[in-house]
């Protein structure tokens, strides 16, 4: 099953290296990583996307949250929440190709960065699979050349946040 875990993380040197790590060292492919600050500048908030059986990765979970720089974790799949991704895609077109292209950006509520024939680049924000989907029916228009992908970002749905998630739920079943 694919997992969401958010994780409340030190902003210092060497904290993202020791929570990958413990990944890798149990032979878990991160899927997808997403790093950014918090309101807190001493706090930073990893999103990682990773496969495994529920067990497995409550397992995880538990050794996840006894790393020192670990301040919080909450796995988003354990509950209702919100995942999105950014994307950007450069599409090498031929003829007519623009217009189709503009099209299928209007389709999924993208934004035409530059509509160059050559090298049109657009921008989407939405859920993963409608990502994979534009993404897709964008190579069947043209070829594309460039893709870049934010990777999930997530927050639970409702009032738990992930500060508050440790007062209000277990951490591993």
Known sequence: ????????????????????????????????????????????????????????????????AKLVDVVNIHDMTLGEHFERELAIVKIKLGTGGLTRVMS????????????????????????????????????AIGEISAVARSGTVAVSKGEVTLTSFDRQHLLVP
Do not use: W
Not at 6 to 16: C, D, F, K, P, Y
Not at 28 to 48: F, K
Not at 105 to 121: H, K, V, W
């Open 104 to 139: 299928l950006a209007r389709q999924f509520g993208a934004e035409i960065l530059d509509d160059a024939q050559a090298s049109c680049t657009v921008q989407l924000t939405g859920r993963v699979k409608d990502v994979d989907a534009f993404v897709a029916e964008a190579a």
């Open 1 to 64: 099953m694919r997992h969401a875990i958010s994780v409340l993380l030190q902003n210092e040197v060497g904290a993202l290296t020791r929570m990958t790590g413990m990944f890798s060292s149990r032979g878990y492919n991160i899927e997808t990583l997403n790093v950014a600050p918090t309101y807190d500048p001493r706090v930073s908030r990893a999103t990682l996307v990773v496969s495994g059986s529920d067990a497995a990765i409550a397992q995880l979970n538990a050794q996840l």
